[in-house]
């Protein structure tokens, strides 16, 4: 059977609020994504340059971006699409609950 990837595409912002992000479509957050100070040579995101869509996450400071799977990958070590696509059918079918991740304040 095809997986239909787009099923969860327009979730993005729902599962980050699942992992303690607060974020809202079409806005700027201080980036969240692993490896923002790695990449941006230990220097904090002061200057919200995460910008948030329905559908994916773009920062201009490190210049990381993905979408709700890419995000999966990121908090959970989910590297296979297709586990991605099966955790978040558990996720959002109440089947598991998602660990929050600690925001850096
Ligand atoms: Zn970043």
Known sequence: MKIDY???????VEYLHLKGIQCTARHNVRCFIPGHAEKTGGKHDDNF????????????????HGDVYDAVQW???????KEQFNFLASVFGGEVAVSQIKQQE
Request: hydrophobic share 25%; glycine share 4%; charged share 25%.
């Open 6 to 12: 787009s099923k969860y595409k327009n979730r993005l």
């Open 75 to 81: 908090f959970e070590n989910i590297a296979n699409k």
């Open 49 to 64: 340059s995460c910008a948030v869509n329905e559908d994916y996450v773009y920062c201009y400071a490190c210049g990381q």
